[in-house]
């Protein structure tokens, strides 16, 4: 009995680390396509982040280090496709910014829903929501200052703005913002059922 339960742990083990390794890998291909076609799609100078929406529902189902995973996933396909601008000015302080503003999103979103999961999973969701955009432009900001302020000193003043910092938030990243906060608010419920269900998929592997 003890032999044949063992077998039975290790292969539902083994079940689980390839449900595990698929669902990552799907979401993975997600964050990569869906970076990759919103490139087109923007408010201002930058694109609109649709992908911290998967990251948030890797996060939740595989753990915050999973998110981390999606995040750097998501910074490396920005570096790709939106990061001429920057990689103009500095090509370490952009692969900086955009690797860790995509980690530490998918990493922090991560670890809020573990924190709230277990009290209520919409609220956890909302907070969740709430952190991944919040520190994707806050890293981003954070860079901004350290990399690009000579440079961004010099948009501002073309743009009519006598204040450099106020000219990072409302004119690089305000509205952006704004949009990918509503969009993760809007899709809170959403991001639940697809968080539930991929529990019990899990579960009946």
């Known amino acids: 009995m003890t032999n044949q339960s063992t077998v039975s742990v290790n292969m539902s083990n083994r079940s689980s680390k ?9 979401l993975t291909a997600i964050v990569i396509v869906l970076q990759a076609l919103t490139v087109s799609i923007r408010l201002g100078v930058f694109t609109i982040t649709l992908v911290l ?3 948030i529902v890797g996060a939740a189902l595989y753990g915050y280090a999973a998110g981390a995973w999606l995040g750097f996933v998501f ?17 370490p302080g952009t692969i900086a910014t955009c690797v860790l503003k995509g980690v530490l999103a998918g990493l922090i979103s991560g670890m809020v829903y573990r924190a ?16 991944a955009p919040v520190t994707n432009t806050g890293v981003f900001l954070i860079g901004c200052r350290l990399f690009f302020y000579d440079t961004i000193k010099e948009w501002a003043s073309a743009a009519g703005f006598e204040n450099a910092g106020l000219y990072m938030i409302v004119g690089l990243v305000g ?3 704004c949009v990918e906060l509503a969009i993760n608010l ?19 592997n």
Do not use: C, E
């Open 53 to 55: 929406v998967p990251i």
């Open 75 to 91: 910074g490396v396909v920005v570096l790709m496709t939106d990061a001429s601008l920057f990689l103009a000015i500095t090509v």
């Open 18 to 26: 390839v449900s595990t390794m698929v669902g990552l890998g799907l």
């Open 116 to 131: 709230f999961s277990a009290k209520n999973k919409l609220l956890a969701v909302i907070l969740a929501g709430v952190a």
């Open 175 to 177: 509205l952006n913002f």
């Open 186 to 204: 809007v899709l809170s419920t959403v991001i639940v059922q697809i968080i539930n269900l991929g529990f019990k998929h899990k579960a009946n």
